[in-house]
Nanobody
Framework: QVQVVESGGGLVQPGGSLRLSCAAS????????MRWYRQAPGKQRELVTV???????YYADSVKGRFTISRDNAKNTVYLQMSSLKPEDTAVYYC?????????WGQGTQVTVSS
């Protein structure tokens, strides 16, 4: 069982920045594909970004150029650097770890973009 814990959410003004962190347990972190999803009130959960075990990345069009995903395998941690935040980025952000067989989810962290 992989434990996934997000941190770093909060309230930020439009145009501001925020960095989320996601720590995942396990000695095989380096082979996990790591993903960030988000779910806004009344909307379905959507995929935001992915960083594969080999380092390749994917971004949803809505965040491309503003968000950056990275990973530190020595710390079993993935980061989501969010810049130029917009009110429509407001959501609960969930981290997901895929070990090749199963998905593991964190509890989510709230990001609110508001003046």
């Amino acid at each position: 069982q992989v434990q996934v814990v997000e941190s770093g959410g909060g309230l930020v003004q439009p145009g501001g920045s925020l960095r989320l962190s996601c720590a995942a347990s396990g000695s095989m972190f380096r082979i996990y594909d790591m993903r960030w999803y988000r779910q806004a009130p009344g909307k379905q959960r959507e995929l935001v970004t992915v960083i594969a075990s080999g380092g390749s990345t994917y971004y949803a069009d809505s965040v491309k150029g503003r968000f950056t995903i990275s990973r530190d395998n020595a710390k079993n941690t993935v980061y989501l650097q969010m810049s130029s935040l917009k009110p429509e980025d407001t959501a609960v952000y969930y981290c997901n770890a895929f070990d090749g067989r199963a998905d593991f989810w964190g509890q989510g962290t709230q990001v609110t973009v508001s003046s």
